[in-house]
């Protein structure tokens, strides 16, 4: 009950595209779910993060949709550019065990092609 | 304004040895979490730490530790190594008590072989 299944496991999109990248869990008492895109050789670094009370939040070209009922949440990136390329990473949380007690998914490399 | 800093970035060791991983938070953060990211298992929550006291654990053996100073600089140490212990350790430093403001920073990492 306490996983977040992240897919896919890679990802390749031409320069332009749209990469999607879908995270499900199973905890009903989640209720924060950041996405975090991570470089080599570096920390996860937060992008865009959501609450269950909404279900669609933007931030420049990237867009978290979540389906509360369904369980699911997902991150869009639009207009995906070569500097796009990491390993993206959905996680969730709960407030009672405090935000920064993560648990996150497996993790999708996503590589843009120029 | 300065991010997470840990040290040291890589380190090697033995089975049987223990070792000591540090980090410094953002200044101002008085939070300090620990996660540590192999390929098979991920990213895995490994404690918190806040005014000096640990708030949240995960579920590692207590050969895993930690401790956080005054400073809220912050400590771990694993003990015994295990060669499964070879991973990438990452500390957070996060503002607590701003309700609208969970953002966890993480540092570049502890890269730790255990041979």
């Known amino acids: 009950q306490q996983q977040v299944k992240q897919s896919p496991q890679s990802l390749i999109v031409q320069k332009g595209g749209i990469s999607i990248i879908n995270c499900a869990y199973e905890?009903?008492?989640?209720?924060?779910f950041p996405w975090y895109q991570q470089f080599p050789g570096k920390g996860p670094a937060l992008l865009i993060a959501i609450r269950p009370d909404v279900s669609e939040k933007k931030e420049g070209r990237f867009t978290i949709s979540f389906n509360k009922s369904a369980k699911q949440f997902s991150l869009h990136i639009m207009d995906s550019q070569p500097g796009d390329s990491a390993t993206y990473f959905c996680?969730?949380?709960?407030?009672?065990?405090?935000?920064?007690?993560?648990?996150f998914g497996t993790g999708t490399r996503l590589l843009v092609s120029p | 304004k300065a991010g997470v800093t840990q040290t040291p970035r890589y380190l090697i060791k033995t089975r049987g040895q223990q070792v000591t991983l540090s980090c410094s938070p953002i200044?101002?953060?008085?939070?300090v979490s620990w996660y540590q990211q192999t390929p098979g298992q991920g990213l895995q929550f490994l404690f918190e730490?806040?005014?000096?006291?640990?708030?949240n654990k995960g579920n590692f053996p207590g050969r895993f530790s930690g401790r956080q100073f005054s400073n809220s600089r912050s400590e771990m140490n694993v003990s015994t190594l295990e060669l499964g212990d070879s991973a990438l350790y990452l500390c957070?430093?996060?503002?607590?008590?701003?309700?609208?403001?969970?953002?966890?920073?993480f540092g570049a990492g502890s890269r730790l072989t255990v041979l």
């Open positions: 200044s101002g953060h008085r939070s």
């Open positions: 905890n009903t008492a989640f209720d924060y």
């Open positions: 996680a969730a949380s709960m407030s009672n065990t405090g935000f920064q007690k993560l648990v």
């Open positions: 957070a430093s996060s503002i607590t008590g701003n309700p609208g403001a969970n953002v966890l920073t």
């Open positions: 730490y806040f005014s000096e006291t640990q708030r």
